[in-house]
């Protein structure tokens, strides 16, 4: 079964950094990019960046530029998304997407909350 | 970054009815849009892609279509699994509209 698994929830304080996994299973992560998205709580989707199939480029939305590094290690099928210098409006749901034709297949998305 | 302007922000209907949402862009995507519905607490489900072609498995009774910077969603025969947010996706920016809450009348 073709799925995106994402690491569990985090609870961070103001100032900190959080990463985030995303981990393909039963397709080869090397041939699809991968989009990170977020959704505070009641709002809607906000695109925050996307990564190659290889790992060596990466377009980060401007809002996010210099806070967030995406990557991927291809030995093992995991994508990462790190967001630095947290603040209270960075809580959200994150979610990793691949693309093919769309962005077809979704993880189910990893609470992150900023709280001091 | 090209805008998305989605409307209406909330349309209400029943079981039965056919309903349309609009997606407009600031400036042409040519036919790279997606829309996806999401339901509280869900991630994304994946639609329509290239402007009006349907996901695998996804029901006849929802349509796209649309070139440049206009776009419509249209979900025919609405059933009660059909109420949820729904949401464009431009593929040059990867800019998101607003959403449009389909809500039961």
Same mark, same amino acid.
Do not use: H
């Given at each position: 079964? $073709?799925? =995106?698994?994402?690491? &569990? ?5 103001? &100032? ?12 080869? $992560? ?14 809607? =989707?906000?695109? @925050? ?5 290889? &790992? *060596? ?8 530029? &210099? ?13 990462? @998304? ?8 960075? *809580? ?21 909350? $900023?709280?001091? | ?14 079981? %039965? ?5 609009? !997606? ?7 036919? +790279?849009?997606? +829309?996806?519905?999401?339901?509280? %607490?869900?991630?994304? #489900? ?19 279509? %649309?070139? %440049? ?18 949401? !464009? ?15 039961? #009348?």
């Amino acid at each position: 079964q $073709v799925q =995106l698994v994402q690491s &569990g929830a985090e609870v961070k304080k103001p &100032g900190a950094s959080v990463r985030v996994s995303c981990t393909a299973s039963g397709y080869t $992560v090397t041939n699809y990019y991968i989009q990170w998205v977020r959704q505070a709580p009641g709002q809607g =989707l906000e695109w @925050m960046g996307i990564i190659d199939p290889r &790992g *060596t480029s990466t377009t980060y939305a401007q809002r996010f530029q &210099g806070r967030v590094t995406m990557t991927r290690d291809t030995s093992t099928g995991t994508v990462y @998304m790190e967001l630095r210098s947290l603040r209270s409006d960075d *809580t959200a749901v994150y979610y990793c997407a691949r693309r093919t034709n769309g962005f077809d297949i979704w993880g189910q998305g990893t609470m992150v909350t $900023v709280s001091s | 970054d090209i805008q998305m302007t989605q409307s209406p922000s909330t349309l209400s209907a029943s079981v %039965g009815d056919s309903v349309t949402i609009t !997606c407009r862009a600031s400036q042409s995507v040519d036919v +790279w849009l997606a +829309w996806y519905q999401q339901k509280p %607490g869900r991630a994304p #489900k994946p639609l329509i892609y290239r402007a009006s072609t349907l996901e695998s498995g996804v029901p006849s009774r929802f349509s796209g279509s %649309g070139s %440049g910077t206009e776009f419509t969603l249209t979900i025919t025969s609405l059933q009660s699994d059909d109420f949820a947010t729904y949401y !464009c996706q431009e593929f040059e920016t990867y800019t998101f509209g607003q959403g449009t809450k389909l809500e039961n #009348k």
